[in-house]
């Protein structure tokens, strides 16, 4: 990015960062200097690949955990991880997240449940593991990833848009209780982002629409975001290392839009 931002000594958890978004910004962490710990679902050879290329390419350290964010505990652990090894943790970032598209009569109770508990709950157990580390340490930067769907509704995705509209309001809510500990809370929410979880949303859509892949890309994916363009993983990553400079000390309990104009309608 062209902003001047430094993370040298900072250690980062970035949730998710397997695929995506996530792995956009954590390796956007490692190229300004941070320690990164990734965490996601995937073959365990390929991720294995990906955290030494980040230490190789970035000359940091990167830890890969295997925590499931359905499990409490699991979430609690990966923060316990990068504190002990690392001795403290600055940067969190919640990123893991699932979609699920189904009209609400049809919509299976687990997928409700699931998706709450991967994008939602998680973030909960994860921010209480690491604050107490960010006070120790004088600094920290709690950073959600949200969406457009945090901000405004779309039909057939209950369980997202409740669990994003949720994220806000917790982000805000830590933001106020950390507010004099140099400790800032705050959600990014793009618009829609050329990512798997993106592109595995796209038959269920044609199902429950009765579209063609063409229809929704154009009249679902893009009809509500007015660029009529995708948001890319690295502007996403850029406004994270951004909320992580300086120059955002006093940016917190908000919400970054980052949606091509979407939400302005
Ligand atoms: P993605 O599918 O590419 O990545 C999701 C990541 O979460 C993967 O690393 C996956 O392994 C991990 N994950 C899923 N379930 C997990 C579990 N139980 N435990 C641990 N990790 C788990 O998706 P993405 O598009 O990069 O999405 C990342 C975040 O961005 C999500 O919170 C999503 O809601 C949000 N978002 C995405 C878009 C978009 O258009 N792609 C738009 C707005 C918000």
Known sequence: ????????????????????????????????????????????????????????????????????????????????????????????????????????????DDKFEQIIRINLVAAFYAIKAAIPSMKTRGWGRIINISSAHGLVASPFKSAYVAAKHGISGLSKTVALEVATSKITSNCIAPGYVWTPLVESQIPDTMKARGMTKEQVINDVLLHAQPTKEFVTIEQVADIACFLCSDAASAITGTTLSVDGGWTAA
């Not at 652990?77 to 009209?103: H, Y």
């Open 1 to 108: 990015m062209s902003l001047q931002v430094s993370l040298q000594g900072k250690n980062a958890i970035v949730t998710g960062s397997t695929s995506g978004i996530g792995m956009g910004i954590a390796k956007a962490f490692a190229k300004l200097g941070a320690n990164v710990l990734i965490n996601g679902l995937g073959d365990a050879a390929q991720i294995e690949t990906e955290r030494a290329s980040i230490e190789t390419e970035f000359g940091v350290k990167c830890l890969y955990s295997p925590a499931n964010m359905m499990v409490g505990s699991e979430v609690t652990g990966m923060v316990k991880l990068a504190v002990d090894t690392w001795g403290g943790v600055d940067i969190l970032v919640n990123n893991a997240g699932i979609q699920f598209v189904s009209p609400i009569e049809e919509f299976p």
